[in-house]
């Protein structure tokens, strides 16, 4: 009798699973043929219709670094630096620790004089903003995981081997302290999420009010990189990379 309830369990789940499986797995491989076709339509310059394909993975809900990439790579090729920046952006926190990525994005730079956005205070201190350029916001989530499971395994040991509990409550509170500062940094990295922003527009006018009689503060290039601090209507209050904030319509720009 047990075997008969266990075979029906068994037959119910391959009949409400495999429909689940099936859709996945088709969906997948939708996704490698998007994503095969858009490199091919890359290999043949036809760099508009590259991208079409692309943003048809991305409205099936898929994103990658690799597609950010080809992305940007195409939006280069197609003549909109603006856009392309904005992808390589989106690729670096995908894939923070890329080298191609970071390179690219520096010879666009270095090619139409775009400004990157600094960060300020501590977060401009080399080794912590290398440190957040070499890993995203997930990666430095789990590294802080790892720290703070092993600060208790420390602290276990302290409890556990006495003999060696000041050398293992030492090593425990300095993996506390590692891990404290980590949870720092994946704060900071959150918080920039729907903040940052590149300028997409050739020429753009920085203006001291939210509206188009306002006087204009300063000009920005297509490809800054500013950080939003304020949104109304249809305008944003943005800050770039010398500290100067201004109004610019949010149709001159695109957040990363």
């Given amino acids: 009798m047990r075997s008969v309830k266990y075979a029906i369990c068994v037959v119910f789940t391959v009949m409400f699973c495999a429909p689940v499986i099936s859709g996945w797995a088709e969906s997948v491989s939708s996704v490698d043929d998007l994503f095969a076709e858009g490199n091919a339509l890359y290999e043949k310059a036809e760099y508009a219709k590259a991208i079409e394909t692309y943003e048809k993975i991305l409205s099936m809900g898929y994103e990658s670094g690799a597609l950010y ?26 894939i923070p620790s890329d080298s191609d990525v970071a390179a690219n994005e520096r010879f666009i730079r270095s090619k139409i004089g775009a400004t990157g956005m600094p960060d300020d205070g501590v977060w401009s201190w080399g080794p912590i903003r290398r440190y957040c350029a070499a890993f995203s916001a997930d990666e430095v989530l789990k590294i802080f995981s790892g720290l703070f499971i092993a600060a208790i395994i420390m602290l276990a040991g302290a409890i556990v081997f006495r003999v060696y509990w ?53 000009q920005l290039r297509e490809g800054a990189t500013v950080r939003i601090v304020q949104e109304k209507d249809d305008w944003c209050k943005v800050k770039r990379s010398d500290g100067k904030s201004g109004w610019v319509t949010a149709k001159d720009l695109e957040k990363i």
């Fill in 69 to 94: 990439f080809n992305m940007a790579n195409a939006y280069f090729r197609a003549g909109n630096k603006g856009k392309a920046i904005v992808n390589y952006k989106r690729a670096e926190k995908l």
């Fill in 166 to 218: 000041r050398y293992l409550i030492g090593v425990s509170a300095l993996l506390f302290l590692f891990a404290g500062i980590d949870l720092a940094i994946a704060a900071h990295q959150i918080s920039l999420v729907g903040k940052e922003a590149v300028i997409t527009s050739a020429e753009v006018e920085a203006k001291y009010g939210p509206f188009p009689t306002a006087t204009v503060f300063f």
